[in-house]
T-cell receptor, first 115, second 113 residues
C-alpha cells in the first residue's frame, strides 16, 4: 500500500531561517504530489502541486518543492521563513494505480517560527 | 464564500447515538471526497463520489458509516451507533475533474463521549 513519510514532526525556526521539510513516498509508478498547509484555526489549503514537467515547482508565499523521482522524494523549501508561516504542513500523494483518486497524506510537520 | 462548506463545525454526542454531517462542495465540482483526521495524523481517505455515484469506499468505513450524494450536489455522512473511536475531524473535499486539485472544507469535529 502507498505510504507517505514526513520525518520531521516538529520544526522550530527563527524568522529568516531557511526551511526544508522532507517527504518520501513508497509507490514506484506515476504519482501526483501535493503540499497542503493548515494555518492555526483554518482549513487545509493547497500550497503547491506537481503533476508533470519541471520537477521544481513553485507555490504560494515563496514556497517551492523539488520532485526527485530516483529518491521518491518531494521536499518542501523556503529560503527565508516568516512568523506567519507557523502552521502544519502535509505532504500528499495520489497514484496511477488508484486512478489518481484518493490522496494519501503524511502525518504532517508542525512548524513554529519564532519572531 | 464559494469554497467547500461543512455543517456542523462541531458535534458532541454520546456513545450509541447517530450523527449526520453535511458537505456542500464547490459549485460544479463533480467529485466529492470524505476523509477522517485523528490527532497527530494526516487525513485518511474514507470514500468518494463522482456526481451521485459512490465509486470507492475505504476499509476504514465500517458498516456503521454511510455516505450519500443525492442529485450529485451536497453529500451527507452518517455514523450510526457512534463509538468513542469515531472521535475525529471529518473532512470533505471536492474537485472538478479526476486529476484536478482537491479543495478542502473546514471539517466537522466530532467528539463521542
Amino acid at each position: 500500500a502507498q505510504s507517505v513519510s514526513q520525518h520531521n514532526h516538529h520544526v522550530i525556526l527563527s524568522e529568516a531561517a531557511s526551511l526544508e521539510l522532507g517527504c518520501n513516498y513508497s509507490y514506484g509508478g506515476t504519482v501526483n504530489l501535493f503540499w497542503y498547509v493548515q494555518y492555526p484555526g483554518q482549513h487545509l489549503q493547497l500550497l503547491l502541486k506537481y503533476f508533470s514537467g519541471d520537477p521544481l515547482v513553485k507555490g504560494i508565499k515563496g514556497f517551492e518543492a523539488e520532485f526527485i523521482k530516483s529518491k521518491f522524494s518531494f521536499n518542501l523549501r523556503k529560503p527565508s521563513v516568516q512568523w506567519s508561516d507557523t502552521a502544519e504542513y502535509f505532504c500528499a500523494v495520489n497514484e496511477e494505480n488508484t486512478g489518481f483518486q484518493k490522496l494519501v497524506f503524511g502525518t504532517g510537520t508542525r512548524l513554529l517560527v519564532s519572531p | 464564500d464559494t469554497g467547500v462548506s461543512q455543517d456542523p463545525r462541531h458535534k458532541i454526542t454520546k456513545r450509541g447515538q447517530n450523527v449526520t454531517f453535511r458537505c456542500d462542495p464547490i459549485s460544479e465540482h463533480n467529485r466529492l471526497y470524505w476523509y477522517r483526521q485523528t490527532l497527530g495524523q494526516g487525513p485518511e481517505f474514507l470514500t468518494y463520489f463522482q456526481n451521485e455515484a459512490q465509486l470507492e469506499k475505504s476499509r476504514l468505513l465500517s458498516d456503521r458509516f454511510s455516505a450519500e450524494r443525492p442529485k450529485g450536489s451536497f453529500s451527507t455522512l452518517e455514523i450510526q451507533r457512534t463509538e468513542q473511536g469515531d472521535s475525529a475531524m471529518y473532512l470533505c473535499a471536492s474537485s472538478l475533474v479526476r486529476l484536478e486539485t482537491q479543495y478542502f472544507g473546514p471539517g466537522t469535529r466530532l467528539l463521542v463521549l
